[in-house]
């Protein structure tokens, strides 16, 4: 069984371009680590990110995709969501901009 950190407002990442995001949590109840939890639905916007697509068509990441929730913890009733391997960078056309880069995650706190 494969155990990764669970996500809070104070995680830190960028997208794949090298661009900071911004969690923005829904949860009002539950600090860890004294950053508010992650839960399923919830986003990272990023702002300024210079990607492209051929033929240099602009599709900057603008939020992230997590794709790992856990399975055991449950945070005011939605599952906490986990730093995983399939994070994405997300245009605003969901045209994926590649992985997402973690710089600091919590550390106190891992679920399945």
Known sequence: MMVFPILTQLTQLQCPHGIPAMMQPSA???LIDNGLSMLAGDLA???GCPFTV?????????TSKFATLSSKVFI??????????ADLGISAEQIPGGP?????VQAKVIAS
């Open 76 to 85: 005011e009733g939605k599952p906490a969501v986990l730093q995983g391997v």
């Open 28 to 30: 009002t109840k539950v």
């Open 45 to 47: 916007t990023i702002a």
């Open 100 to 104: 997402l880069l973690y710089a600091l």
């Open 54 to 62: 051929p033929p240099g068509k602009p599709q900057p990441c603008t």
